[in-house]
């Protein structure tokens, strides 16, 4: 869990002094099987928070963190956390990459939003093609980094020879800027003109042309999500599942068909991890506005008088109190959330999942909460922050800009209908 007071407070200019030029040449990381990996992972994310924050302005100017924040995150192994042992990964677990990203975000939503949504797709490249295209796809010189949409677009038309000929311009491609591949929807035909329905494919980086059309929303300016346009573009056949959408795929239990895995991981709810993912964003903006928040009440005085610091006054401890409160429970429910989403890929694993078992959608519905929580936050810590805080430049806005575009996301649809099958599961028990 997290400690509100372990980090140093930043701003803008005073970060910058002291950002590094070079990314910190790193130590190779022990055995995925020592828990040692595991913090040394989650230490060095939390040591980059200084250069993150510095770079904020650039990474918005660009619309995507710079090399430098690439060659860091590569040097320190965060690309790897969730590819598997046998293709070069670290074989790690949710709960691990979600503390790296929550610490990521800190510093800069941003670069959290574009990192996650690029690298967390090893896992959903696990469970959508057969075992030769992945050993294909991830025998990389470079990271495998995999930007991913769910919203079908384009045209693919089957070929003669069973591959596939892409056309179309595929948008909010959160990750893109260093995606070594894309995985989306879009509506498959065969050659013919006959229409199949939807399919999923994954397209190597030759095959797209990313657009200069990101930037110009009210916040996460920096995440990379530009479009990406497919102009007779060529998919081999083993790239692509006719019979699986990405949100609601998921492997057969270990040794029933499909890839073989030994880690839990590979065999857990897609939609579920994809929830998980703008949880531990949004979680790591808000400890942000806090680290913020808690500079401000020991340096700020009050508006009106009595003049006193902000740290002083009963109305704002309530405030800054209240939402701190908000920001605890929301860590300890996500860390329930994985756990919860970790037992059911076990059990699945292990071919023990049952109908009846809620696992995977108490995490759901945990994952829905723990934003509420922390959007509740933020507006407790608005009222700390204060008039000067929300200045253009200042760390407290972009966070606040950020979270507040992240409310827009397409994620947020999902809950409504998530809550009626909770309570239709749980009535369905009584």
């Not at 990271?143 to 020879?161: D, L, S, V, W």
């Not at 491609?173 to 994954?202: K, N």
């Not at 309530?318 to 429970?329: E, L, M, Q």
């Amino acid at each position: 869990m997290s400690n509100f007071g372990r980090l140093p407070w930043f701003n803008f200019s005073q970060a910058e002094k002291q950002m590094s030029s070079k990314p910190a040449i790193m130590q190779p990381l022990a055995t995925s099987d020592s828990e040692d990996v595991r913090e040394e992972i989650v230490k060095r994310a939390r040591a980059m928070i200084p250069d993150l924050i510095a770079r904020q302005a650039e990474t918005e100017e660009r619309t995507y963190y710079g090399p430098e924040t690439h060659e860091a995150f590569k040097e320190a192994g965060f690309y790897r956390i969730l590819m598997p042992k046998k293709f070069g990964g670290l074989d790690l677990d949710v709960m691990t990459y979600y503390r790296v990203v929550q610490e990521i975000a800190i510093g800069c939503p941003s670069t959290a939003w574009q990192f996650c949504l690029g690298s967390a797709h090893a896992v959903t490249l696990c469970g959508m093609i057969d075992e030769d295209a992945q050993k294909e796809i991830f025998d990389l010189d470079e990271p495998f980094i995999c930007a991913m949409t769910t919203r079908p677009q384009g045209e693919a038309h089957r070929q003669p020879n069973g591959d596939w000929i892409l056309n179309g311009v595929f948008n909010f491609c959160s990750g893109a800027p260093y995606s070594s591949h894309f995985m989306s929807h879009t509506m498959g035909f065969e050659a013919d003109g006959s229409e199949i329905g939807v399919i999923t494919f994954v397209a190597p980086r030759s095959e797209w042309t990313m657009l200069d059309d990101w930037g110009g929303s009210l916040g996460l300016k920096g995440s990379g999500s530009h479009s990406l346009e497919f102009k007779d573009a060529h998919i081999p056949a083993s790239y692509v599942n006719e019979d699986a959408m990405i949100i609601t795929h998921r492997l057969p239990p270990k040794g029933q068909g499909g890839p073989d895995f030994d880690n839990p991981l590979y065999y857990g709810g897609t939609l579920s991890l994809w929830l998980l993912e703008p949880t531990a964003l949004t979680l790591g903006m808000v400890k942000g506005a806090l680290d913020e928040c808690t500079m401000f009440m020991k340096k700020k005085t009050v508006p009106v008088p009595p003049i006193t610091l902000k740290a002083e006054n009963p109305d704002f401890q309530r405030w800054y109190g209240s939402a701190a409160a908000k920001i605890a429970t929301a860590e300890a429910a996500y860390a329930i959330a994985c756990e919860k989403w970790t037992e059911d890929a076990r059990l699945n694993m292990q071919g023990r999942l049952t109908p009846d078992m809620t696992l995977e959608i108490t995490s759901n519905v945990i994952c829905g909460e723990v934003m509420e929580m922390c959007w509740e936050a933020m507006q407790l810590l608005y009222r700390v922050a204060g008039t000067t805080a929300i200045f253009n430049g200042q760390r407290w806005q972009r966070i606040y800009r950020d979270l507040s575009t992240a409310r827009s996301h397409g994620f947020n649809t999902r809950f409504d209908q998530i809550h009626r099958d909770f309570a239709g599961r749980l009535l369905e028990e009584h």
